[in-house]
């Protein structure tokens, strides 16, 4: 399974930037995916995460209301919309897939992971 995350970028402070991740080699609607980052000098935390195709989502508190994921399984992808960013938002992102994750905010529970994406955000 492989995972390949794009669409990150520059941006200024209140803007919006949406994420994309293709999962290719494996059963995706299947899946559990999420969104983690790790800013610099910080540990990986957790974004989003969707438990399995149409089963429950879950968001940091410090990105409700600003950040939505979601899965287009007929295109093995998922997306990361943000908006409202904040330059505390500014990490790599990467996204992760799984058939067995019980917590989808538990980065061990996925089994895969994609390359990540650099999001800056300006103020």
């Known amino acids: 399974v492989q995972l390949q995350a794009s669409g990150g970028g520059l941006v200024q402070a209140g803007g919006s930037l949406t994420l994309s991740c293709e999962v290719s080699?494996?059963?995706?609607?299947?899946?559990?995916v999420g969104w983690f980052r790790r800013a610099p000098g910080k540990e990986r935390e957790f974004v989003t995460g969707?438990?399995?195709?149409?089963?429950?989502?879950y968001y940091a508190d410090s990105v409700k209301g600003r950040f939505a994921i979601s899965r287009d399984n007929a295109k093995n992808t998922v997306y990361l919309q943000m908006s409202s960013l904040k330059p505390e938002d500014t990490a790599v992102y990467y996204c992760?897939?799984?058939?067995?994750?019980?917590?989808?905010?538990?980065?061990?529970?996925?089994?895969?992971w994609g390359q990540g994406t650099q999001v800056t955000v300006s103020s």
């Open positions: 080699g494996g059963p995706f609607s299947t899946f559990a």
């Open positions: 969707n438990g399995w195709s149409g089963g429950p989502t």
């Open positions: 992760a897939a799984g058939g067995n994750v019980r917590d989808s905010s538990l980065g061990n529970d996925y089994d895969y």
